[in-house]
Protein backbone atom coordinates (compact mmCIF):
# COMPACT_ATOMS: atom_id res chain seq x y z
CA UNK A 1 0.00 0.00 0.00
CA UNK A 2 2.47 2.24 1.08
CA UNK A 3 4.55 1.75 -2.11
CA UNK A 4 1.78 2.62 -4.57
CA UNK A 5 1.51 6.47 -4.03
CA UNK A 6 2.29 8.57 -1.04
CA UNK A 7 -0.50 8.32 1.92
CA UNK A 8 -0.93 8.28 5.69
CA UNK A 9 -2.34 5.37 7.60
CA UNK A 10 -3.62 5.74 11.04
CA UNK A 11 -5.37 2.98 13.65
CA UNK A 12 -9.23 3.69 12.84
CA UNK A 13 -9.99 3.87 16.43
CA UNK A 14 -7.46 4.99 19.26
CA UNK A 15 -6.71 3.04 22.14
CA UNK A 16 -8.85 4.45 25.72
CA UNK A 17 -7.91 7.70 26.65
CA UNK A 18 -4.66 7.61 23.85
CA UNK A 19 -4.48 10.10 21.12
CA UNK A 20 -4.73 8.39 17.34
CA UNK A 21 -1.36 6.66 16.37
CA UNK A 22 0.22 7.15 12.74
CA UNK A 23 1.61 4.31 10.96
CA UNK A 24 4.71 4.69 8.52
CA UNK A 25 4.97 1.64 7.04
CA UNK A 26 3.77 -2.15 7.50
CA UNK A 27 6.52 -2.31 10.32
CA UNK A 28 5.13 0.63 12.17
CA UNK A 29 1.77 -1.50 12.22
CA UNK A 30 3.46 -5.01 13.06
CA UNK A 31 5.63 -3.30 15.85
CA UNK A 32 3.01 -1.55 17.68
CA UNK A 33 0.33 -3.11 19.96
CA UNK A 34 -2.17 -2.03 17.69
CA UNK A 35 -3.34 -6.30 16.42
CA UNK A 36 -3.50 -7.13 19.97
CA UNK A 37 -5.34 -4.04 20.74
CA UNK A 38 -7.51 -4.81 18.28
CA UNK A 39 -8.46 -8.62 19.43
CA UNK A 40 -5.57 -10.06 16.89
CA UNK A 41 -6.32 -8.27 13.97
CA UNK A 42 -5.80 -4.85 12.05
CA UNK A 43 -8.19 -2.04 11.70
CA UNK A 44 -6.47 1.02 9.88
CA UNK A 45 -8.00 3.90 7.79
CA UNK A 46 -5.65 6.55 5.78
CA UNK A 47 -5.81 8.39 2.88
CA UNK A 48 -3.60 8.70 -0.64
CA UNK A 49 -2.32 12.22 -0.48
CA UNK A 50 -3.13 12.52 -4.43
CA UNK A 51 -6.73 11.81 -3.33
CA UNK A 52 -7.55 13.52 -1.02
CA UNK A 53 -6.11 16.01 2.12
CA UNK A 54 -9.06 16.70 4.04
CA UNK A 55 -9.49 14.18 6.75
CA UNK A 56 -9.27 14.88 10.01
CA UNK A 57 -9.49 12.88 13.87
CA UNK A 58 -12.33 13.42 15.96
CA UNK A 59 -12.56 13.02 19.53
CA UNK A 60 -15.61 11.67 21.20
CA UNK A 61 -15.92 10.60 24.85
CA UNK A 62 -16.90 7.46 26.57
CA UNK A 63 -19.07 6.18 29.38
CA UNK A 64 -16.52 7.17 32.40
CA UNK A 65 -16.87 3.27 33.64
CA UNK A 66 -14.90 2.40 30.03
CA UNK A 67 -12.44 5.97 30.52
CA UNK A 68 -12.36 9.66 29.16
CA UNK A 69 -12.13 9.10 25.41
CA UNK A 70 -11.43 7.73 21.93
CA UNK A 71 -10.33 9.24 18.90
CA UNK A 72 -11.23 8.23 14.44
CA UNK A 73 -9.92 9.23 11.67
CA UNK A 74 -12.82 10.70 9.82
CA UNK A 75 -13.86 12.08 6.13
CA UNK A 76 -14.82 11.05 2.70
CA UNK A 77 -11.83 9.74 1.07
CA UNK A 78 -10.49 7.59 3.58
CA UNK A 79 -10.05 3.88 3.23
CA UNK A 80 -10.43 1.15 5.52
CA UNK A 81 -8.75 -2.05 6.06
CA UNK A 82 -10.03 -4.49 8.28
CA UNK A 83 -8.07 -7.85 8.64
CA UNK A 84 -10.41 -10.79 9.29
CA UNK A 85 -10.06 -11.97 12.42
CA UNK A 86 -10.97 -15.31 14.37
CA UNK A 87 -14.87 -14.98 14.88
CA UNK A 88 -16.10 -16.40 18.53
CA UNK A 89 -19.95 -17.35 16.59
CA UNK A 90 -18.47 -19.34 14.16
CA UNK A 91 -16.00 -21.67 16.17
CA UNK A 92 -13.35 -19.58 16.16
CA UNK A 93 -12.70 -19.28 12.38
CA UNK A 94 -10.93 -16.96 10.88
CA UNK A 95 -13.09 -13.95 8.99
CA UNK A 96 -12.95 -12.14 6.12
CA UNK A 97 -10.86 -9.51 5.55
CA UNK A 98 -12.27 -6.40 3.42
CA UNK A 99 -10.44 -2.71 1.77
CA UNK A 100 -13.80 -0.46 1.73
CA UNK A 101 -13.96 3.49 0.99
CA UNK A 102 -16.88 5.98 -0.66
CA UNK A 103 -17.53 5.83 -4.15
CA UNK A 104 -18.04 9.19 -5.83
CA UNK A 105 -22.16 8.50 -5.93
CA UNK A 106 -22.29 6.58 -2.78
CA UNK A 107 -20.45 9.59 -1.11
CA UNK A 108 -23.39 12.41 -2.17
CA UNK A 109 -25.99 10.08 -1.22
CA UNK A 110 -25.40 9.03 2.17
CA UNK A 111 -21.58 10.74 3.60
CA UNK A 112 -22.19 12.64 6.64
CA UNK A 113 -19.88 15.09 4.61
CA UNK A 114 -20.04 18.86 2.86
CA UNK A 115 -20.34 18.60 -0.67
CA UNK A 116 -17.47 20.89 -1.08
CA UNK A 117 -15.48 18.23 0.77
CA UNK A 118 -16.85 15.44 -1.29
CA UNK A 119 -16.13 17.42 -4.16
CA UNK A 120 -12.43 18.19 -3.25
CA UNK A 121 -11.97 14.26 -3.68
CA UNK A 122 -10.31 13.28 -6.52
CA UNK A 123 -12.60 10.26 -7.25
CA UNK A 124 -10.66 8.74 -10.26
CA UNK A 125 -7.72 8.53 -8.70
CA UNK A 126 -9.03 6.77 -5.78
CA UNK A 127 -10.32 4.38 -7.81
CA UNK A 128 -7.12 3.69 -9.61
CA UNK A 129 -5.21 3.42 -7.21
CA UNK A 130 -7.83 1.21 -5.10
CA UNK A 131 -7.65 -1.28 -8.04
CA UNK A 132 -3.90 -1.41 -7.98
CA UNK A 133 -4.15 -2.72 -4.22
CA UNK A 134 -6.66 -4.63 -5.39
CA UNK A 135 -5.13 -6.19 -8.01
CA UNK A 136 -1.57 -6.40 -6.19
CA UNK A 137 -3.33 -8.52 -3.36
CA UNK A 138 -4.81 -11.04 -5.76
CA UNK A 139 -2.26 -11.57 -8.12
CA UNK A 140 0.69 -11.39 -5.61
CA UNK A 141 -0.20 -11.91 -2.05
CA UNK A 142 -3.25 -14.25 -2.85
CA UNK A 143 -2.28 -18.26 -1.82
CA UNK A 144 -6.16 -19.38 -2.73
CA UNK A 145 -9.68 -18.32 -3.17
CA UNK A 146 -12.79 -18.43 -1.19
CA UNK A 147 -15.36 -17.70 -3.91
CA UNK A 148 -13.82 -15.87 -5.61
CA UNK A 149 -12.65 -13.96 -2.95
CA UNK A 150 -8.41 -14.22 -2.24
CA UNK A 151 -7.02 -15.94 0.59
CA UNK A 152 -3.67 -14.08 1.96
CA UNK A 153 -0.59 -16.56 2.87
CA UNK A 154 -1.29 -15.82 6.73
CA UNK A 155 -4.57 -17.03 6.18
CA UNK A 156 -4.03 -20.05 4.35
CA UNK A 157 -1.04 -21.41 6.49
CA UNK A 158 -3.50 -21.08 9.52
CA UNK A 159 -5.85 -23.32 6.97
CA UNK A 160 -3.11 -25.96 6.30
CA UNK A 161 -2.46 -26.25 10.20
CA UNK A 162 -5.94 -27.06 11.04
CA UNK A 163 -7.35 -23.76 10.98
CA UNK A 164 -10.98 -22.49 9.55
CA UNK A 165 -12.68 -19.55 7.33
CA UNK A 166 -15.74 -17.83 7.81
CA UNK A 167 -17.39 -16.54 5.14
CA UNK A 168 -20.87 -16.23 4.05
CA UNK A 169 -22.93 -18.50 4.38
CA UNK A 170 -20.57 -21.33 6.23
CA UNK A 171 -17.38 -22.26 8.06
CA UNK A 172 -14.79 -24.05 5.36
CA UNK A 173 -11.67 -26.40 5.99
CA UNK A 174 -8.80 -26.92 3.88
CA UNK A 175 -10.65 -29.74 1.88
CA UNK A 176 -13.68 -27.86 1.47
CA UNK A 177 -14.97 -27.66 -2.14
CA UNK A 178 -15.26 -23.80 -2.19
CA UNK A 179 -11.73 -23.22 -1.75
CA UNK A 180 -9.46 -23.29 -4.61
CA UNK A 181 -5.63 -23.45 -4.59
Same mark, same amino acid.
Given at each position: ????????????????????????????????SH???????????????????S??????D??????????? &? $? %??? #?F???? /?????????? +????????W????A??????S????????????K??????????R?TF??????KRP? &? $? %??Y #?????? /?K???????? +?????E??S
Open positions: MFELSPMRLFEAYSRVDHEIREFKSGKDVLESIEDNHGGIFVRGWWDSVTSPYVKRFLNPTVGRFRES &L $E %GVG #TQLLQ /GRPHDLADNA +LNLSCFTHNEKGFQRANCDADISEVNWAELCLSGKLHRQINSKAKLFI &L $E %GA #TDLKNG /GLFGQPGVY +LIGSEIE
